[in-house]
């Protein structure tokens, strides 16, 4: 006998009372309706100071429990200003994360629900709505009917567009292996653009492919940083040569660092030629092609492998989010599944189901479908494409304020709802182009974008493009309006106009040039 | 000019409107609250047959926008009944999802902000709170500090215990191969027992170890399937006399089959011999060592490299948190770092930060020690020493009843909150142990689960243990207290009485043996 009844029920704390659970729920639904409603009085980017929160925090964690309503307190205190506010609307660094009532509601349900989607049985309805929602959503993109399911491939949910280069590169790896025998592994080439998001290095990396295999292919102004096909069978014909096995090649549809596009018929092309896997990265323009004036952009998907976006960017739903559809789930499964004996179960020996945990890096994982659909049901495809345009405009808009002020200039077409820019130096006057490199420019550039960032009013990141330091507006947070747009553009004049004089004092022999023009802000949108 | 003014402001709907938020999120916090307390009426496994949520839904996502009520009230006609309900308080399958209300809060506020904290500058506070909740956790579990920021290692939050085993891998691997030379990839050995996770087998593939090379080592019973040491020993010796490198062991400390313990002090010190980088891999068993009396299965952890537990299994912290120290954070860093141009800023230049995109695998990342920080704090490592204790008694407490009823056994000795059990058809007669194989008693064993499991009553999953199929109750789902133990209980007999008697009509020719027992089940505890 082996039964210990001491301290049956001393335990008098239910961790998981429901109506605990309602007093806590409505206190934190409030909490964030005001965060929300006062988000914008915040710095958007934290003010603190690395290690400002060991300084507040106790060394342990505390024995015994605190209340709800001391822990938001200190919420408010100590984390809110140390969040940079990606949901302020003057939020227009990196690529937006874009939330929504609808995103968050989804995730609040699955977290509620809490279950472990890793195969079919452990929560059917994980499964088959992942399914469905992804066959939604590849519809709206109008993709070709061979990554739905009803077309043989498929699309699953992942964390991130790592995750998703990881997996398909890995299936590609072992398919090819599969091939020309393991011992070739050191011989596999992946091909990228110099625009192409780290996250192909890195999984590179990870996939065991020599770091001497991995190929960022320059790009160069003339193509607007879209990587030529030439460049491409150039390269991959060089690998040939001297004995490498061309692998993979992503593709780039909205790069990070300027929007650029590689033409996708053409890459795909050469790459069929090779037989190598095409993965189609357009974390965040991807949401885009649901508008049909935007869809051109992935003409050409027909040759490719597979394709991912991130819904958590630019889709209103909550981080994180990362769609895949493949063509051949088979090659991803070959690769990812795993046969322990404490998951088998009768839906999955029959092979009627979809096991996703096959599908992905992790066992383990989130109903993540639930957002997307409350996202697809709660806007409605006409809205969504509207929410897109929106932004879309407002970045036309900020183009044609940047337009009317010549100090400053556009550095590479606009795509989608990103403007790349910079005070241009070269302007101030002829001799200036002969005397100031493209160094100096930078680092103007740089100084001013740190100064506007250190107000905490407005919030923008920088690429380098082509040499080129550019600072990045990129629109898309949610709660963003023209009247954000215009407050940017204010502060970014404001800091401008006196850095600029400073400059042009200190380097007076340009001043024989043309004047700088006036203070030119538009004025038709001012905020509340 | 470019300024596009047409349809200004006509998108009116703002999906991330305060109010609106208020109102949709009051609405499902009373949805779930309601949801805890009815979630034991529903059919614990999901009654539903494959594709059944296709057969409901449209084939394409609505044009026009849906009301949330509308939304909800189909979550509940054809979501719920698609659940496998793991917050219920009759889940005993797998290892527990345990949610709770601090976990969930914690993640609701993580959702609200959405922040991306890739890096230090991205959201200060996600990243020091992240660090400051793992020193915590670590002092809480006893870590050498070698293991904590304050000694130089230092922890951090990945989704599940794959990420955190590829990415301890891909750095040992790369480690190794900075020393050895890239051409040797081939020749790196993985070693696991044959009771690690699948999760080690699916790393070393996805890092590119050859599958030839990954050695699932043999336990038995005598070991109480922990692994051997000299089994450890002579695996590699043998590898190492055929040219092979041994690179990683991963050693587990409560296996999923059957929580057995991997001897960690003994493991190491073979592992040190040949500089193997070790893994401890206790995704569900760490949180006990919060508690002094558990804590020893950890001694001899000062050997090891790495360390994780997933803090969503028996930590009351919402799906995914999987908790990760590192003594060494530099190898992760670098082979898992980036330096892409567009992330610089001079928090990450000066070095006095944490990127924590450079710990693992992805870029983006959610302010995951949100949720662990809320359960920390609104629980107090008191209550949650507790709490583990209340799951450990009630497991104690259902061994107690197999073992008052002989025809079952309990098959390996319960070390945590679970308990691997059978019906014994060899107790029926002495002659049926010539008669009978194990073969049979597996078969008999799986149809009892499946009939209890078809239920919806309860739900309890399986292993394979040294080839016998055992039935593994697992304690820890947060609303389950000892009524619910001894409901599974009597639904255990009252499945196993009918089919044991059907049974023994088969193979009347046993019947000679001894009677069995009497159905003795307890009825100390009846449900309310």
């Keep these: 006998m082996n039964i210990d009844l001491d301290n049956y029920l001393n335990t008098t704390m239910n961790p998981l009372d429901p109506e605990e659970f309602r007093r806590q729920g409505h206190m ?122 009803s077309g043989g491939g498929g699309g699953v949910l992942q964390g991130t567009t790592c995750e998703a280069i990881l997996c398909t590169l890995t299936a590609a790896r072992d398919q090819m292996l599969d091939k020309i025998g393991r011992e070739n592994m050191g011989k596999l080439v992946v091909y990228g653009s110099d625009q192409t998001h780290s996250a192909l290095q890195k999984a590179a990396k990870i996939a065991g492919i020599n770091p001497l295999n991995f190929r960022s292919l320059l790009t160069t102004k003339s193509t607007a940083f879209g990587l030529s096909p030439v460049s491409l069978r150039s390269a991959i014909q060089s690998d040939v040569k001297f004995g490498l096995i061309p692998l993979f090649f992503c593709a780039t549809i909205g790069t990070t660092s300027s929007n650029a596009i590689d033409p996708l018929g053409p890459l795909c092309d050469v790459a069929k030629d090779y037989n190598i896997w095409v993965h189609i990265d357009a974390a965040y323009a991807g949401s885009a092609f649901i508008c049909p004036e935007f869809r051109h952009f992935l003409d050409g998907i027909e040759g490719a492998n597979s394709f991912s976006l991130n819904a958590h960017k630019w889709f209103f739903t ?110 101030v006057g002829n001799a200036t182009q002969k005397l100031l490199g493209e160094g100096d420019a930078n680092e103007f550039n740089k100084k001013l974008l740190e100064s506007i960032n250190a107000t905490g009013r407005v919030y923008m990141t920088h690429a380098v493009v082509g040499g080129v330091y550019v600072i990045r507006l990129a629109v898309g947070a949610t709660l963003t309006d023209y009247c954000h747009v215009n407050k940017a553009w204010k502060e970014i004049q404001e800091h401008a106009h006196p850095m600029q004089n400073e400059f042009l004092r200190q380097h007076e022999a340009f001043l024989a040039g043309p004047q700088i023009n006036e203070f030119k802000l538009s004025t038709r949108f001012p905020c509340p």
Excluded at 58 to 69: K, R, S
Excluded at 324 to 333: D, G, M, N, R, Y
Excluded at 357 to 371: E, G, P, T, V
């Design 318 to 427: 909550t981080l994180d989010c990362c769609c895949l559809w493949v063509k051949e789930p088979s090659a991803l499964i070959k690769s990812l599944s795993t046969d322990s004996e404490y998951l088998k179960n009768k839906a999955s020996d029959s092979n009627q189901v979809v096991d996703y945990k096959d599908w992905q890096i992790a066992l383990s994982r989130r109903f993540r479908a639930m957002k997307l659909w409350l996202v697809l049901r709660s806007y409605g495809v006409s809205n969504l494409r509207n929410f897109i345009r929106g932004h879309v405009k407002m970045a036309k808009h900020f183009e044609g304020l940047i337009a009317m002020d010549k100090r400053f200039e556009v550095m590479v077409p606009r795509n989608f709802a990103m403007v790349c820019f910079r005070v241009s130096l070269l302007m």
């Design 28 to 149: 934190i639904v409030d909490f964030l309706a005001d965060y929300y409603k006062n988000v914008e009085k915040y710095p958007v980017r934290s003010q603190v100071e690395p290690g400002y929160l060991r300084k507040r925090l106790p060394e342990l964690a505390p024995d015994e429990p605190e209340t709800i309503e001391t822990i938001l307190k200190d919420v408010q205190k100590d984390i809110i200003p140390g969040l940079t506010h990606w949901q302020s609307p003057n939020f227009f660094g990196y690529f937006p994360s874009s939330g929504s009532v609808a995103g968050f509601i989804g995730e609040v349900l699955s977290s509620g629900f809490n279950v472990v989607g890793f195969n079919w049985i452990a929560s059917p309805a994980a499964t088959e709505l992942e399914s469905i929602v992804m066959d939604w959503f590849g519809k709206m993109l109008n993709l070709p009917i061979s990554f739905l399911f």
